[in-house]
């Protein structure tokens, strides 16, 4: 599939014509005044040099989960003219230099533009790529000393260092938000702390278990306090495939036997995401019989949490993370199923390090197949170069941007 980006035809210089004035009315006759010129016309725009393509790159292994959905209806492929006219070119230039993967050359172009200082109204947004490369670069001295600056030019605190989070494989991936898969134990901590990381951000966050191969207590016990903390926050987590680890923990939990008590807990968190309330109460009385302990109550949990602005209200979530080069329309299937009967569908970016130019222009055609679908789509914490990225593709024209703050 071609795109034509950048495609620009040689701009002609206007004819300049001298225009006489002429002489005032009613006025006696005398010498003619000196022709005056026309004001010359302003230059064209330079034609930007051609980008060349991509270095084609293999694929990341992309770890899909898929749901089922009801067809849509497909719309033709986005057509994605000429960059923006808003675009300063300094943007557009470190924006594709990162897509291509030099953050060096990236770097040397920004540092540049700054210390030229003529940036104009695109100067916060040149400063904060400048920022992010020095995030992804590890390059923290230089980032406490250029906050400085900033604070000093734009009048307002100075940026704040965080240390980058780890560059996971490359991830594009509908509802379920997150899979749990082999043992869950104490290593399955960090994907557990995906979990939490959701579960603080949206409504309702979908947990596949079906992958989950075996367990213990210390596996069990992390995954049920973080259930309940998710609960006490009025947000849900809604479990797929929960049969499977259902199945594990009736295993290990036999009435009369007095142990696994954490797997009996996890077991009843479950039920109460899961079952009605004559299997929980059941499940709880044969706990109480076990362990001579009082069980959790059960608690009457709403479908959804009210939430006070409706534009707001989003329930399905995908996430982009890692670095996403060289993939295919198909691979971002799961992100065209999302919606369900919601009119938002939000997409977190916050783990999302870079993507190359041929990624971003699939993922703009997924995008449009969702605004055709009648869908509203928010990009949520975008990193400023690949928000730059978006930008320059003409994918703020159909869906909204949300850049990380500095």
């Known amino acids: 599939m ?41 230059p064209a725009k330079p034609r930007q040099p051609d980008r060349g393509p991509t270095t084609e790159e293999e694929l990341m292994s992309l770890d ?27 943007v ?30 695109a100067a916060e947004l ?9 995030l992804q670069g590890g390059k923290r001295e230089a980032f406490e000393a250029r906050a400085i600056d900033y604070a000093m030019k734009f009048e307002r605190s100075a940026p704040t260092w965080r240390d980058p989070a780890p560059a996971d494989k490359a991830s594009v991936s509908g509802p379920p938000a997150l899979s749990l898969s082999g043992q869950l134990d104490a290593g399955a901590k960090k994907q557990l702390e995906q979990l939490v990381r959701m579960g603080l951000k949206v409504p309702v966050v979908r947990l596949d278990v079906g992958r989950v191969q075996g367990l213990d207590n210390v596996g069990c016990a992390l995954l049920a306090q973080i ?35 954490e797997a009996w807990l996890l077991r009843l968190e479950m039920l109460q995401q899961t079952a009605t309330q004559e299997q929980f109460e059941n499940l709880a009385l044969d706990f109480a019989v076990t362990f001579e302990l009082s069980p959790p109550s059960w608690e009457n949990l709403p479908p959804a949490p009210a939430v006070a602005d409706p534009a707001q209200a989003v329930r399905e979530v995908a996430m982009l993370a890692g670095e996403i080069l060289s993939a295919k329309e198909a691979d971002f299937k799961p992100i065209e199923q999302l919606g369900g009967s919601d009119d938002m569908v939000a997409i977190d970016c916050s783990a999302l390090r870079r993507i190359d130019f041929v990624s971003a222009g699939m993922l703009a055609n997924t995008l449009n197949k969702l605004r055709s679908g009648g869908k509203k789509v928010r ?4 990193n400023n170069l690949v928000a730059a990225l978006f930008m320059l593709l003409g994918i703020g024209g159909y869906c909204e941007i949300l850049r990380k703050k500095l």
């Open 126 to 134: 040149v400063w904060g790529l400048l920022f992010d490369l020095y």
């Open 227 to 261: 259930i309940q903390r998710i609960r006490r926050l009025k947000h849900r987590i809604s479990f797929v495939n929960a049969d499977q680890l259902l199945k594990l923990l009736e295993g290990i939990t036999k009435t009369g036997r007095r142990e696994n008590r």
């Open 64 to 90: 899909f989960t898929s749901i089922s959905s009801s067809p849509r209806a497909v719309a033709p492929p986005v057509q994605v003219m000429e960059s923006s006219d808003t675009v300063h070119p300094v």
């Open 2 to 42: 071609a795109f034509s980006f950048f495609k620009r035809s040689d701009p002609k210089p206007a004819a300049k014509t001298p225009k006489q004035e002429a002489p005032p009315a009613k006025e006696k006759p005398r010498a003619s005044p000196s022709a005056q010129p026309a004001k010359a016309s302003a």
């Open 379 to 382: 990009l949520v914490d975008v």
């Open 92 to 121: 557009e230039e470190v924006a594709m230099l990162h897509a291509n993967g030099d953050d060096k050359g990236a770097l040397a172009a920004v540092e540049s533009a700054i210390a030229g200082g003529e940036l104009g109204a």
